[in-house]
């Protein structure tokens, strides 16, 4: 796997049609500086709005993968992004000129032979390249049929991809074992597909309006009649003779492999991961997933490297796989110190959304010399203050400058208290974020003893510059 990041050398333009909106658009890829990542621009519109290829900006998935931010879209992006990633591409502009990125033949090739064309430069800066750490599983019941799609840690990039269609294609089964020898060759000219008995339902759902027997396989999955001839011809202008073949394809239509369309899906696969933002390192086991669960997967695995990215930053010495981080780098974070500071660790967090944390009651806190000292529990004050602690972590670890910030407290509200805390108990402290605005956030935050709930609360502090303290 390529270890550098990369652009290309030169401006490439190609121009076609789009399978489900049957625009004309040109689209030309440009170079684009270290850590761009891919970008496409609407160079249609006022100002020409730019969308990241990120997770985020995923707006639609409807037999295509489709980007939106505000009022701008591009539609059907996955087979450009599979080219872009397959080839191991960093940075890159994507400029286009109408709302859905062309279908071409219906495959990855005219992408990854135009970017070839346009030559690579080396950036020489290191890729964020993510090894997937822990086995990730996905699993949805879809009609009679169930999709698994998962991701499990391995030396380099990989695929294995299995479907099970009726007749006439049965269960089919491939590997991408490396990008840089399989992709390009073996993947990459593998086209886009549907079922004869999908094609009037997909064009009144407003899509393949640029679909054609050259664009696409249409596998003959029942007979043909004159009625879908002719709703072909109405509605999507083929012209020419339409017959089902002996191979079980519309005209006939030879596939590039004899196990195309399972290919097709490992493209669709590398081009809705490209979304994560970061190549990736693993290996990746798929049954009947689509560009839904492919979502899904790398939504799961953007948590395990958001986790795996703030773990590194704040590096613990703890050794046990259970804790992200320690006491000594929850102090990089919080300036509470003993006896003051009431986390011991954290052992999950979700980027800017959730943190649970826990703290240890030991009978030798200070607090329970003098509280209650015949019957003791912990203050429940100090239930809020605990909590309150793992909200400001979860505040300031999504700050680029968190060793600059304090958190304040601006108020407390829906308090209450359901159990007392006993030494020798272990408090579990979970915080969701309710909002985060500039550097005000509300958060609502529960603690809690074997399951039952000790104190909840929601609470409302600021980020505040230490200096100006």
């Known amino acids: 796997m390529i270890e ?106 005219p992408f990854v032979d135009a970017l070839l064309t346009a030559g690579f430069q080396d950036q020489g800066i290191p890729r964020d390249i993510f090894n997937i750490q822990d086995v990730i599983q996905y699993s949805q019941r879809d009609g009679d049929n169930v999709i698994d799609i998962h991701s499990i840690p391995y030396k380099d990039f990989r695929i294995t991809f299995m479907v099970d269609y009726q007749k006439p294609l049965g269960t089919q089964y491939t590997t991408l074992r490396s990008l840089e020898e399989d992709f390009a060759e073996n993947f990459a000219p593998a086209r886009t597909f549907s079922f004869l008995s999908e094609v009037s339902t997909l064009f009144k759902m407003g899509l393949i309006k640029g679909g054609t027997l050259s664009n696409a396989l249409v596998i003959a999955d029942r007979p043909l009649t004159e009625e879908d001839i002719s709703y072909m011809r109405d509605k999507l202008k083929i012209k020419g003779p339409i017959f089902e073949g002996e191979n079980g394809f519309l005209n006939g239509v030879e596939p590039q492999f004899p196990n195309e369309p399972v290919r097709h899906k490992v493209v669709d696969l590398i081009g809705d991961l490209a979304l994560l933002g970061f190549p990736i390192k693993g290996h990746i086991i798929a049954a009947r997933s689509g560009h839904k669960s492919n979502i899904e997967l790398a939504k799961l695995i953007r948590k395990q490297h958001d986790k795996w990215r703030i773990s590194s930053k704040y590096r613990t010495i703890s050794k046990d796989k259970g804790v992200l981080i320690d006491t000594l780098g929850i102090q990089k974070i919080l300036p ?130 230490a200096e100006k303290i």
Request: proline residues 6%.
């Open 336 to 465: 509470h110190r003993y006896p003051f500071l009431m986390l011991d660790k954290i052992v999950d967090i979700e980027e800017k959304k959730r943190v649970v944390a826990i703290k240890n009651i030991s009978i030798n806190e200070p607090f329970f010399r003098g509280h209650f000292p015949g019957h003791p529990i912990m203050p429940g004050v100090l239930i809020i203050e605990a909590m309150a602690q793992a909200g400001a972590f979860l505040i300031l670890s999504n700050l680029e400058e968190e060793n600059r910030k304090v958190a304040y407290f601006m108020g407390i509200d829906r308090a209450r208290f359901r159990n007392p805390v006993h030494p020798g108990d272990q408090l579990r402290i979970e915080v969701d974020m309710i909002n985060f605005r500039r550097s005000i956030a509300r958060f609502k935050a529960k603690a809690t003893v074997k399951g039952k709930i000790a104190c909840e609360a929601e609470i409302m502090a600021a980020a505040v510059d």
């Open 4 to 109: 550098t990041q990369r652009t290309i050398t030169r401006e490439v333009t190609l121009s076609g049609r789009g399978l489900h909106t049957g625009k004309e658009c040109n689209l030309t890829f440009k170079p684009a500086p270290p850590g761009s990542w891919i970008v496409f621009r609407r160079t249609d519109l006022p100002g020409k709005p730019e969308i990241k290829a990120t997770l985020d900006n995923v707006k639609e998935i409807a037999r295509g993968t489709f980007l939106g931010r505000g009022d701008t879209e591009i539609k059907t992006v996955e087979h450009c992004l599979a080219a872009v990633s397959g080839l191991q591409i960093d940075n890159i502009i994507v400029e286009i000129d109408n709302e859905e990125v062309p279908v071409l033949d219906g495959s990855a090739k």
